[in-house]
């Protein structure tokens, strides 16, 4: 089963990104959960939100405390939120910026993909430039860093769910599979390199 946590702040669309992901992963023909954990409802609060996926029928309920990867929407919330918690060793750290981050050592032992979602919402016209609305550029990174879901399932489910502007919603998913950036294990040992899911296994 592979687990992931997603970190955002409100009006992002960080639940609805969990959400979509679970419907495109459903279409490649996986099970699937996704829920949130809302702290202060308001717009730019931290929000939390989990997906679960995997090959078989899934009997857990729990929150999702140990995830196989880490998704973080906006990245100021790195100085306040210690978003590598209960991430497994190896595990994928996305995260939304314009540059490599100066501070890439903090995340020594896990792998790091690096799209710059807030430029890709820009361009499409997604939400304003003060409140971009990068959700579905992210999910396009993350399908480029697991190798699923397929960007085919994935636009399905914007073009079935999404109402507002949907195919700029998947240029932007399809554009950032295709610009993010894989800078693999940070680690002294260059040459070790951890691969995307456990599912393989199960």
């Known amino acids: 089963m592979l687990e992931i946590r997603f970190h955002g702040r409100g009006g992002q669309g960080t639940v609805v990104a969990t959400i979509l992901l679970a419907k495109a992963f459903f279409q490649d023909g996986y099970y699937v959960q996704s829920f949130p954990l809302f702290g202060v409802e308001r717009r730019g609060a931290p929000v939390e939100a989990y997906l679960r996926v995997d090959r078989g029928k899934i009997l857990v309920r729990t929150n999702v405390y140990t ?3 880490v998704v973080v929407l906006d990245p100021t919330l790195l100085e306040g939120v210690n978003i590598a918690f209960g991430l497994k060793p190896g595990g994928w750290i996305l995260l939304n910026t314009h540059s490599t ?3 890439l050592e903090a ?3 896990y792998q790091v993909g690096l799209v710059d979602a807030t430029r890709i919402a820009l361009e ?3 939400g304003t430039r003060t409140q971009p609305i990068v959700n579905t ?3 396009g990174g993350l399908a480029r860093v697991l190798g699923m879901p397929t960007v085919d399932a994935i636009s399905k489910a914007i073009r079935d769910e999404v109402s507002s502007r949907p195919e700029a919603n998947i240029k932007a998913a399809e554009k950032a ?3 993010v950036t894989l800078l693999g294990l940070i680690d002294d040992r260059s040459n ?3 691969r995307r899911s456990n599912l393989e296994d199960t």
């Open 137 to 139: 550029a992210v999910m």
């Open 177 to 179: 599979h295709a610009e």
């Open 124 to 126: 499409y016209g997604l």
């Open 192 to 194: 070790t390199s951890w």
């Open 107 to 109: 995340f020594r032992g």
């Open 67 to 69: 995830p196989d990867h």
């Open 101 to 103: 981050p100066s501070y």
